[in-house]
């Protein structure tokens, strides 16, 4: 069955494919009529050049089953998925209309901090029902992110792909599908954590989040790095610029609820999501001040020499240009003040990618990877 005859197509002997409305790494998404009921619903269907890969099919059932095992109000409801021998794996989850969170950045640029910190509390509720349920998402974007379009002026955000979760009771290599020491994840919102191939928890997810919440009210990345490899090395050691030093709009009790988000070892980030929306709440209702044209972001930091190969994380890099780590603070009040810093080392050990694909991991330009 070839992709161009897809339009059309019965898939599952009830879903009959209308047109397609995007395309992604790993699967192609339809609008579709559900002939048994007549509802409109969306059809994700394995991209062809992935269909003979075995470790895409384990992953791409995972997301089906990861993402149904969660319901919230805040996630993509996966409602089917077949997987049979005379056509592609598919699975069917509710049709979204609105835009992702990538396209409103580009339309509109920084955001109010009463918008993004909205926003941000309801992927962080979202959170909260997929950790309980033992599901970590890993690639929190604003690709991922969607803003229903609800024909009213209420905020309704929807966490979508889970294509790369991991199930808490799982080991890594059997959430990859693959080999251990893997690479999973947009570099940009990446924690430092799964750069260094480390087994990850919810707090990973807390600082992709952070990172988004980050890039809503800057409009620019926390960490922005046009080198791929260096951008690795940046993200395990570089700070990012304070909020109030790119937005002097911001307030610095704000400010210090996104810094401990990406916090740079998970131990000093929230505990949990929901702390963090704990954190997140008082800001929601802050006065809507334009968001104003942000400063040129600077680093904060000279970057570790990183090595020339695109396949492996450094094993050692110089200790010289590590820069201070924040330590850990309370729960602040809005009112609340800056932490203090102290000096960390550290050191990233090899990892590399498994077998490479485009559903695996993409060296994306930091362009392509989300909102300029």
């Known amino acids: 069955m070839s992709r161009s005859s897809l339009v059309g197509t019965v898939l599952g002997q009830k879903y009959r494919l209308r047109q397609r409305i995007g395309v992604g790494g790993m699967g192609t998404v339809y609008e579709a009529e559900q002939l048994d009921v007549g509802q409109t619903v969306a059809v994700k269907v394995l991209r062809q050049h992935l269909l003979g890969e075995p470790a895409v ?19 993509v ?24 969170l990538k396209s409103l950045l580009k339309k509109e640029g920084p955001l109010p901090v009463g918008r993004a910190a909205a926003i941000a509390h309801q992927l962080a509720t979202a959170l909260v029902a997929a950790h309980h349920a033992g599901v970590v998402h890993r690639d929190i974007k ?14 309704h955000v929807k966490l979508l792909d889970f294509g790369v979760a991991r199930l808490m009771h799982e080991d890594d290599a059997t959430a990859l599908g693959t080999e251990s020491g893997a690479w999973v994840g947009t570099p940009s919102y990446m924690a430092p954590e799964q750069i260094r191939c480390r087994p990850v928890d919810g707090r990973a997810d807390i ?26 090395s940046a993200v395990m050691h570089q700070v990012p610029a304070p909020l109030s030093g790119v937005r ?29 929306a704990q954190a997140l709440e008082p ?8 968001a104003p044209s942000p400063l040129s972001l600077k680093s904060q930091a000279p970057l570790p020499r990183s090595p020339r190969t695109l396949h492996r994380c450094p094993q050692r890099l110089s200790r010289r240009n590590t820069p201070p780590r924040r330590t850990r603070a309370p729960a602040r009040s809005p009112s609340s003040s800056r932490r203090n810093t102290s000096p960390r080392r550290t050191r990233a050990p090899a990892c590399r990618p498994s077998s490479w694909s485009p559903a695996r991991w993409r060296w994306a330009s930091p362009q392509r990877e989300g909102s300029s």
Request: contains cysteine; glycine residues 4%.
């Open 57 to 75: 099919h384990a992953r791409f059932r995972r997301e089906a089953q990861a993402t149904a095992g969660v319901k919230h109000p805040n996630i």
């Open 77 to 100: 409801e996966v409602m089917d998925f077949h997987d049979a021998p005379d056509e592609p794996p598919f699975l069917v989850m509710e049709l979204l209309k609105g835009q992702t």
């Open 142 to 155: 604003p690709d991922n992110i969607f803003l229903v379009d609800s024909g009213t002026e209420a905020l």
């Open 207 to 232: 600082y992709s989040l952070g990172a988004c919440l980050y890039q809503m009210v800057t409009g620019q990345r926390p960490i922005d790095v046009a080198d791929n490899v260096a951008l690795l």
């Open 248 to 276: 002097t709009d911001v307030p610095d009790g704000f400010s210090q609820v996104v810094a401990r988000t990406l916090e740079k070892d998970p131990a000093t980030r929230y505990a949990d999501s929901h702390e963090l």
């Open 283 to 290: 800001w929601i209702h802050a006065a809507p001040v334009a």
